[in-house]
């Protein structure tokens, strides 16, 4: 083909690169339009003084990146620029973060013990065996198995081995194992606590468990209904009995021999929530409803509240019949649970760091706690009760029948850069149920709770 083609090759990138670039460049500024017949390769290599190879090499390339097409006969041809579809853009409602945030949920995570875990992970790390780096037991390391064994025998009252404990990215995906084993072939029937977080209950029934609601008084979850008719298939029951979510109740001396005695009974499984235990104020904390029936408790914990949410780690403490079926379940969805972070918190259990980080915490809720009650005024003086001061890292707020409804409240408390949680959203089933609001004192940083607080009272004033 005796065409002209121009060409600018750039030196640094070699001969073939350099060709290749200067072709696609042409391309995509549409300095050669599609369907341009470029010229054969032996006239361009000698054009270009450069061998004949290089410009096939080039030319083949470019084919195969779709700027150029060849036929037999009819020489080589540019395409045009290839179609390069960017992902439909979806539009972006969220809305800006608070300027002070009061939601529940989330510890303090500007206290996370950056130095003490550095210093766990340098040990970790100087000590670990090289299988450490290699795909490990399902249930997770033994070193921290170990430590967790002793730490929640001492600190929580559970009776457990390290053979019985397994190690889960949290508590959500322990209850995903637990509500997927639970079912099995046939669906299963598990009752959770009325109110309570309804993505927890999302997480049952997408284990194709079906969930009924078990209420919730001012003694804790009603225990003493499962030996009824009504929860006659029920083969499981979440609790959180050390503090309930959202109430704060702590579950009633009898609530929990009744839960125990129910076990026995109907051979059920509890699946205890103990995510703040540790964070009690008033007294010792209370121990693990474990304790009382291990044969039928499936106790779950992590360090989302403790540490932070960003680490991952949870554990589950099984009773015998459930260790090898919950080892199955997570070996074929994760495989196995990240190891660093495992030894790391094994070293910061076993040098007690773990523990002093937690005391230090508690004093520190607790003060937030105390501020918290100051600023909500003299008892007498409120149109609402509080529910849950004795522990945790949040409080119910009742609101009376008359007066500001839920979505007002956060509304007005939202036009003022407050976020605040809500009691509508936890229960199983809308409708006329009490209404209130669930403030956590665990997010904000020390510099900013303070400031949170006085906009929440100012919120509060209008009830």
Not at 13 to 16: A, D, E
């Given at each position: 083909m005796g065409v002209d083609l121009h060409l600018e090759l750039d030196p640094a990138?070699?001969?073939?690169s350099g060709l290749e670039r200067a072709l696609r460049q042409a391309i995509r500024t549409g300095r050669l339009a599609a369907q341009t017949r470029l010229p054969s390769t032996r006239a361009l290599a000698a054009e270009l003084n450069i061998a004949r190879g290089t410009v096939?090499?080039?030319?083949?390339?470019?084919?195969?990146?779709?700027?150029?097409?060849?036929?037999?006969?009819?020489?080589?041809?540019?395409?045009?620029?290839?179609?390069?579809?960017?992902?439909?853009?979806?539009?972006?409602?969220e809305a800006p973060p608070p300027r002070y945030d009061l939601r529940p949920g989330s510890p303090d995570v500007s206290a996370f013990p950056t130095a003490a875990w550095l210093r766990a992970t340098r040990r970790a790390l100087d000590h670990a065996p090289a299988a450490a780096y290699d795909y490990g037991d399902p249930r997770g390391r033994i070193e921290l198995r170990t430590a967790l064994a002793e730490y929640l025998g001492r600190a929580?009252?559970?009776?457990?081995?390290?053979?019985?404990?397994?190690?889960?990215?949290?508590?959500?995906?322990?209850?995903?194992?637990?509500?997927?084993?639970?079912?099995?072939?046939?669906?299963?029937?598990?009752?959770?606590?009325?109110?309570?977080?309804s993505f927890h209950r999302d997480v049952v029934r997408h284990?194709?468990?079906?969930?009924?609601a078990l209420p919730v008084d001012e003694r804790g979850a009603r225990t003493d209904l499962l030996s009824t008719a009504a929860f006659s298939d029920v083969r499981a029951v979440v609790v959180t009995p050390a503090h309930q979510y959202p109430t704060g109740v702590t579950l009633h001396p009898q609530r929990r021999h009744a839960v125990a005695e129910w076990?026995?009974?109907?051979?059920?499984?509890?699946?205890?929530?103990?995510?703040?235990?540790?964070?009690?104020?008033?007294?010792?904390?209370?121990?693990?409803?474990?304790?009382m029936a291990p044969d039928h408790v499936a106790y779950v914990g992590t360090t989302s509240k403790t540490l932070g949410p960003a680490l991952r780690l949870g554990w589950m403490v099984l009773p015998e019949r459930l260790i090898e079926p919950v080892t199955e379940a997570k070996r074929h969805t994760v495989m196995h649970t990240e190891t660093i972070g495992q030894l790391t918190l094994a070293d910061l259990i076993a040098s007690h760091a773990y523990e002093r980080h937690i005391r230090a915490c508690r004093l520190r809720y607790r003060r937030r706690r105390d501020l918290l009650i100051s600023r909500l005024g003299p008892r007498s003086e409120r149109r609402f009760t509080v529910y849950g001061i004795a522990a945790g890292l949040h409080v119910m707020i009742s609101l009376p029948a008359t007066g500001p409804s839920e979505e007002r409240i956060l509304t007005d408390a939202a036009d003022q850069g407050l976020a605040l949680g809500d009691l509508g959203s936890h229960w199983h089933t809308p409708g006329d149920r009490p209404q209130g609001l669930i403030i956590g004192y665990g997010t904000p940083g020390e510099g900013a709770y303070p400031a949170a607080l006085d906009t929440m009272a100012r919120v509060l004033r209008g009830l």
């Open positions: 990138f070699g001969r073939r096939s090499a080039a030319y083949d390339q470019l084919i195969a990146e779709g700027y150029l097409s060849a036929r037999t006969g009819s020489g080589t041809v540019v395409t045009g620029r290839p179609e390069i579809r960017a992902p439909a853009k979806r539009p972006v409602s929580r009252g559970v009776l457990t081995t390290p053979e019985q404990i397994v190690i889960t990215s949290g508590y959500v995906h322990a209850l995903a194992l637990l509500a997927d084993v639970i079912g099995g072939v046939a669906p299963a029937t598990i009752a959770m606590e009325d109110p309570g977080l284990a194709r468990a079906r969930v009924v076990t026995g009974a109907r051979d059920g499984l509890v699946i205890e929530d103990d995510y703040d235990g540790e964070f009690r104020y008033d007294r010792q904390p209370v121990g693990a409803l474990q304790g």
